[in-house]
T-cell receptor, first 113, second 114 residues
Framework: KAGVTQTPRYLIKTRGQQVTLSCSPI?????VSWYQQTPGQGLQFLFE???????NKGNFPGRFSGRQFSNSRSEMNVSTLELGDSALYLC????????????FGSGTQLSVL | GENVEQHPSTLSVQEGDSAVIKCTYS??????FPWYKQELGKRPQLIID?????GEKKDQRIAVTLNKTAKHFSLHITETQPEDSAVYFC?????????????FGQGTRLTINP
């Protein structure tokens, strides 16, 4: 099976712009989670989608949003970018419910200038 | 909510020696404890996990122990090798019915010295 695929791999934006990141989970996986990784804060949970529904959300402002499509692919959107949004955004998929093994993608490295 | 503390933040050991990384968690209802390894520039990868109904699990040179009473779990790597150099993350889930969420520790940068 192909692994979790994230696109693009690198992204450079300026403050105030918006960005959309894409994640294709492992075939058959219905849960997709998003995490922000920064050197100072480690891995922070953003949100999780299952069968096109957001099941859980972390403590991030409303500028961060996401969605999941019927084929389980997910997108994450960040609007009105700030310098502090610069980070590695990782998506992870798992097969079904809670407390399952997570399989991570390689991430999208976002730089906000 | 769940809080996961991980120690140490950096660890340097001689090749062949053992390495131990410890984590504590706050939600006594947590029942799943994975460990992830992240090599430089690569994705985090699950290396071992343990569920709350067992106290120890081994997989070749790595092992995880769990003490539910004290709410801590540890990663043990024996006979360390240069390829063990990486950042290791522990994690625990808050108990949210029907949802997938992991709270990660801050990570331990392990360096194996030849």
């Amino acid at each position: 099976k192909a692994g979790v695929t994230q696109t693009p791999r690198y992204l450079i934006k300026t403050r105030g712009q918006q960005v959309t990141l894409s994640c294709s989970p492992i075939s058959g996986h219905r849960s997709v989670s998003w995490y922000q990784q920064t050197p100072g804060q480690g891995l922070q949970f953003l949100f999780e989608y299952f069968s096109e529904t957001q099941r859980n959300k972390g403590n991030f402002p409303g500028r961060f949003s996401g969605r999941q499509f019927s084929n389980s692919r997910s997108e994450m959107n960040v609007s009105t970018l700030e310098l502090g949004d610069s980070a590695l955004y990782l998506c992870a998929s798992s097969s079904t419910g809670s407390n399952e093994k997570l399989f991570f993608g390689s991430g999208t490295q976002l730089s906000v200038l | 909510g769940e809080n996961v503390e991980q120690h140490p933040s950096t660890l340097s050991v001689q090749e062949g020696d053992s390495a131990v990384i410890k984590c504590t968690y706050s939600d006594s209802a947590s029942n799943y404890f994975p460990w992830y390894k992240q090599e430089l520039g690569k994705r985090p990868q699950l290396i071992i996990d343990i569920r709350s109904n067992v106290g120890e699990k081994k997989d070749q040179r790595i092992a995880v122990t769990l003490n539910k009473t004290a709410k801590h779990f540890s990663l043990h790597i024996t006979e360390t090798q240069p390829e063990d150099s990486a950042v290791y993350f522990c994690a625990a889930p808050p108990i949210i019915q029907g949802a997938q969420k992991l709270v990660f520790g801050q990570g331990t940068r392990l360096t194996i010295n030849p």
